[in-house]
Structure formats: structure tokens, C-alpha cells
């Protein structure tokens, strides 16, 4: 057998990227979907900015965050899906954090991700596997091989207004698995997550907690997914099965 000396060299170089606390906290940040500041990041990460700007210079050289300069400000972003994919696997395949939280506020922080809360650009924690597994249900999902929608699917998400026809670009796929790292189950993502958790943004179904990427279901929002997808108000405070 021939190794792959250049395969492995790149592995490494990429686990290198993540191997340290400090960028990795920064690309889990980034998981909002949103751009950020070097400024926001460093304060994010509890380092100085110089400190900051040197792990970012190295996770856009590594080709994980994309750069954008407006003026004197920089933004950093996830460079693409496959990047958010990457990350969030990574994150469930570590699991829950070993240690308790050691405040009121730490407590409430980690039960509002876990709870709602977006993953790049689609619906994660209790609140996308509930949205998922109604789909489900519904025959709009089709799990048995996968992550597909079915006909009818496509067409509940033109009732929703959405045209996931325009909403496709490139070669991502228009429904796929991504695992959830809180509930240890898979939620919907792909072309399909990422329109559905726009929409439930932009309708005011769901809110985000101050500037991170927990969510908050409004009263709008119980009512619209009792009425498209038949889950019960209070499905979101008891634990999914």
C-alpha cells in the first residue's frame, strides 16, 4: 500500500487548526452563521486583541474563516457549510462539557443553547429535533436512507412561502443530517434547514438570546409550529424522547 504522505500532512496541519481552546471556541462562536469583529472575537475568547488576531490569521490562512474588510474593521466569518458541518461534528463527537456550570448565569447560558439555538444556518438543540422529527412524521422528511424530502415536503415549504428552487445554489444539498451535539440526535440541515431557520427568524418565530446563537421561541412561533407541523406549545420544555 502507498501512503499518502500529503493527505496526512494535511489532516494534521487541519487538526492543528482546532487543536488549540482558543480558536476553537472562536470557530464555535462562529457557528451563528453571522461575521464578527476581531475586537468581538478577542473578548469572546477572553484574550487580548493582538492574541486574537494571530489565531485568526491562522484559521483564515488554514482556509477554515473567511475575511472581510469594511474600512478599518475586519470581519471574520465560517468560510462555508462544510466548514459549520466540520465544527459542529466535531463538537457533538466531544460531547456535553465534563464540567458543571459554576454560575446561575453559566446554567441558564448552557440550558438556552441547549434548548433552542442556531447551527450555522439552521435550527439546532431540542428545537431542531422536535421541527425535525415533525417533519418527519408528517411525510416530509424521508429518514430511511438519509435525509430527503419527499414531494410533499417541497410543497409544505412553498405553503411556508419559501422557494427552495431559489434558495439552492452550488452543490449543497437540499436536505441533509447534521448531528446535534446537545440532544446526541440528528437535525435537519442543508439547503431546506438553512430556509426554514431564516424563515422562522424573519417571521419572528424565534429571536436570538443577546449576541450569541441561542434562540428564543416567541409565543408567534408555538402557534405557527402547532399549526404547520402539529407540535404541542409546550413540547419545547419537556425533554424529546
Known sequence: MVRDDHAGSALAALAALLADETRAVMCLALLDGRAWTAGELARYAGVAPSTASEHLGRLVTGGLLAEERQGRHRYVRLAD????????????????????PRTLA??????????????????????????????????????????????????????????????????????????????RRPHLAGV???????HALASGWCVRIGSGRALRLTARGRAALHTHLGIAPDALEAPTA
Open 192 to 198: 431546506a434547514g438553512a430556509a426554514l431557520c431564516g
Open 81 to 100: 457549510a462544510r466548514t459549520a458541518q466540520l465544527v459542529e461534528d466535531l463538537a457533538a463527537h466531544a460531547g456535553p462539557p465534563a464540567t458543571a
Open 106 to 183: 453559566q446554567a441558564g447560558a448552557r440550558s438556552a443553547m441547549a434548548r433552542a439555538r442556531t447551527c450555522y444556518d439552521h435550527l439546532a438543540g431540542r428545537l431542531g429535533i422536535l421541527v425535525t422529527d415533525a417533519l418527519t412524521r408528517r411525510g416530509l422528511l424521508d429518514q430511511s436512507t438519509g435525509f430527503a424530502l419527499t414531494d410533499e415536503g417541497v410543497r409544505w415549504f412553498t405553503g411556508l412561502g419559501v422557494d427552495l428552487a431559489a434558495a439552492r445554489t452550488g452543490r449543497r444539498p437540499l436536505a441533509r443530517p447534521c448531528l446535534d451535539w446537545t440532544e
